[in-house]
């Protein structure tokens, strides 16, 4: 997640801490509408998991 909140930090001009509390808002919000299999698997990838574990999980998921 530091990954991406460095990213809107750079982006938007604004305070690390500030972007911080903005992607966990958007976050929340996001996993917040997805089934919650899903919505672990993306905690999973802002975690630290990448891509590919995100790939992975879905697979499963969807009996891939």
């Given at each position: ?10 982006k ?8 911080q509390q ?17 919505a ?14 995100l790939?992975?999980?879905?697979g ?5």
């Open positions: 997640m530091d990954e991406l909140v460095k990213l809107v930090s750079q938007t001009g604004i305070p690390e801490s500030t972007a903005a992607v966990e808002v958007v976050l929340n919000y996001i996993k917040g509408k997805l089934p919650a299999p899903i672990a698997q993306v905690e999973n990838v802002v975690k630290g998991g990448g891509a590919a574990s790939g992975k999980g879905l499963g998921i969807l009996g891939g």
